[in-house]
């Protein structure tokens, strides 16, 4: 069902706020709304512009959190807003030095880092750098080409100049390495180089021996001034330790802080007065227990105060009302089908009852089998109490309906002569109709059973549409009562013709058949001068009949395809009795020794294939042929704003 709400107004002195929020709103579930929207009659009020204190505060304990983690217990230890902001205080000057100690670090480490990479590809060459820094009648250049252009110089160019080229390192598809070339030919190889896209580099000059002695070195001081920075975020981390506890305090709190003064952006102030101090305002849904609760705390006090209204009160200005749903936990898992359609706005009619005894019934009727039902009711409900997967909880109530069904038909894990029939064999039983002749009785049934469906889901519309003072849904249309009243009075002909009694189904039919058709045809103009309208038909009169006349064919074609929709119900009730005797057979059932193991597999393969598609078909049933007659679902979920209770 549908609970109860009360819309709240909430209104006290404005330091007040942050007290109100701790003491009263953490106790109930409410949902705040932007007390400037939803009191926009109400003049001069203004938001609430504070900053929030707290903010600054978290974001620097949370930068704490790279040396050590801020997550566990903190062993009930209770900090007020100025201890916090002490002890931020005292570890931030010490964090500062360490922090400042660390960043010289980092600026040796950097560039030592870039020269370490620039040595890295020639630590093949086994010269000193020295020596040929030292180079006098010599010119030489280090550097990378592109791969196919090292190629390229080697086996059309190196034999013709006058270089030398060592080759030190080939990666990411280029060729590192130096070239060696007469003070003369400089120039020329510059140039030549130039177009083999020769990039250059420079090796630091100081530093003397080998690239890799000298890499090594480079790699040794890096370590080194590594291991220091690793000496001091140790050192970090063994001085926040002492007060862990504290820290962890202080974040549960500043969070809590933090996430309760965001109340304030969907609060108003009340305009100024010389008279009195600034008020704020809060307003929100709330179950009307708990409105009624919170309103009797805020009796005690002397500056608070709190007004309920009534959604239900025509007079009220306010907003349409969320949608929180309570239902018994046996049927609780069905709102999991409702939501995927829709949850129903606050003037409707909580479908979940109607769907979680009809759907658990045609799956039933469609799955009846002793065995299989079993494993389905068993399977589903140790998952749903262990996992609490609410379409766990559905193949639970569906299982058990399949096994009284399954008791119904005789039928446990597809053998049919284990158990006698307490009312049919879906594959036997026959029925002799007038007019019609021989037919299966469990596919009569199921249209029987789905005009009774159809009934069942017009009266839900009706009250949906007496809670909603709709005089056209409730009068006129084809799910209203003339609706109700033709498509009953089919029902009762075609019940009358079957038991042989055809003069009185004649009279049902002209009296009560022709009358509400002419109702739900004329619906625009007799609902306009219900209400008293100035027209009574929009638009032209040919431009009328020419509309009803389509739109009586099809609500005639609607009826008629709704109802033998149901038939699918008796024909999956057919296919299962059919697919267990494949299985049988392919198990060797005549032999008089079945083979056990494809009786187990097959009534897996069966219950897994057609359980799936007997929900998913049921499910259809529910929402094309009944949800769509009474159920708009158009409400908008109840979430309450969440206040931490945790706040020492």
């Known amino acids: 069902m549908i609970v109860n709400m009360k819309f709240l107004t909430i209104t006290g002195p404005k330091d007040d706020i942050d007290r109100v929020t701790e003491q009263y709103l953490s106790k109930y579930e409410i949902q705040l709304e932007n007390a400037l929207t939803e009191l926009k009659d109400v003049q001069n009020l203004r938001p609430f512009t504070q900053s929030n204190p707290y903010k600054g505060l978290l974001a620097r304990l949370e930068n704490y959190e790279r040396y ?12 007020s807003y100025e201890e916090i902001s002490q002890l931020l205080d005292e570890a931030d000057r010490k964090l500062s030095e360490m922090d400042t100690e660390m960043d010289a670090i980092s600026n040796q480490i950097a560039p030592l880092q870039e020269r370490m990479n620039v040595v890295h590809p020639f630590r093949n060459l086994e010269y000193n750098i020295m020596d040929i820094l030292n180079l006098k009648y010599i010119r030489f250049q280090f550097g990378r080409m592109p791969k196919e252009q090292y190629e390229r110089f080697i086996n059309y160019m190196y034999d013709e100049l006058d270089v030398v080229f060592v080759k030190c390192e ?3 598809g280029y060729v590192w390495g130096v070239y060696f070339t007469t003070v003369n030919q400089a120039s020329r190889m510059s140039g030549i180089f130039s177009t083999l896209h020769f990039e250059k580099t420079y090796l630091p000059k100081e530093y003397d021996g080998t690239p890799a002695d000298i890499y090594h070195n480079l790699e040794t001081e890096i370590s080194s001034l590594k291991r220091r920075q690793n000496k001091i975020s140790a050192d970090a981390v063994v001085y926040l330790t002492e007060n862990l506890e ?11 802080l933090t996430d309760n003064f965001d109340i304030r952006k969907l609060a108003a102030i009340t305009p100024h007065s010389a008279s009195r101090a600034d008020y704020f305002i ?9 409105a009624k609760a919170l309103e009797k705390d805020c009796e005690a006090e002397e500056e608070l105060f709190c007004y309920l209204e009534d959604p239900r009160d025509t007079k009220a200005t306010i907003s349409v009302p969320p949608t929180k749903l309570k239902n018994f936990s046996l049927f609780k898992p069905f709102e999991m089908y409702i939501q995927m359609y829709g949850l129903p706005n606050y003037n409707e009619i909580d479908p979940t009852l109607f769907v979680a005894i009809s759907y658990s019934f045609i799956f039933g009727a469609m799955f009846g089998d002793v065995g299989q039902g079993l494993v389905l009711f068993l399977l589903g409900l140790l998952l749903y109490r262990w996992k609490k997967i609410n379409l766990a909880g559905i193949i639970a109530c569906c299982g058990l309906c399949s096994t009284l069904f399954g008791v119904l038909y005789g039928s446990v894990f597809g053998f049919e002569d284990w158990l006698p029939a307490l009312w049919l064999k ?6 002799n109709l007038p007019f019609i002749g021989r037919m299966n ?13 159809i009934l069942g889901a017009m009266v839900l519309q009706i009250c949906n549409a007496i809670k909603q003072k709709d005089i056209e849904r409730i009068c006129f249309d084809t799910n209203g009562l003339a609706g109700f009243i033709f498509y009953g009075s089919l029902v009762a002909v075609i019940f009358l013709f079957m038991m042989g009694r055809p003069l009185p189904a004649t009279a049902v039919f002209v009296v009560m058949f022709l009358l509400p058709l002419l109702l739900i045809a004329c619906k625009e103009p007799l ?3 219900i209400t008293k309208k100035p ?4 638009g032209s009169l040919g431009m009328f009949f020419t509309q009803t006349f389509f739109e009586m064919f099809e609500v005639l074609l609607s009826y008629f395809s709704n109802t033998l929709s149901f038939v699918r119900v008796g024909a999956f009730a057919v296919s299962h009795a059919a697919m267990m005797e494949v299985v049988l057979m392919l198990a060797g059932i005549e032999s008089g020794s079945p083979n056990l193991l494809v009786v187990i597999l097959g009534n897996i393969f069966v219950a897994g294939m057609e359980g799936l598609i007997v929900g998913i078909q049921v499910l259809r049933l529910e929402y094309y042929e009944m949800f769509s007659r009474f159920y708009q679902g158009n409400g908008k979920p109840f979430t309450p704003y969440v206040i931490d209770k945790e706040i020492d």
């Open 282 to 290: 809060l307003c929100g849904w709330a179950s009307d227990q708990d």
């Open 441 to 453: 009785t469990i596919f009569v049934i199921a249209i029987a059973f789905g005009m009774f469906l």
């Open 426 to 431: 879906p594959s036997k039983a026959m029925t």
């Open 246 to 256: 504290k820290y962890i305090a202080a974040k549960k709190k500043l969070t809590t």
């Open 535 to 538: 027209k009574l038909i929009e």
């Open 527 to 529: 609902t306009n001068w």
């Open 170 to 172: 080939e990666s990411d």
């Open 68 to 79: 050590i983690s801020l997550e566990g217990n903190s062993q009930g230890i209770s900090l």
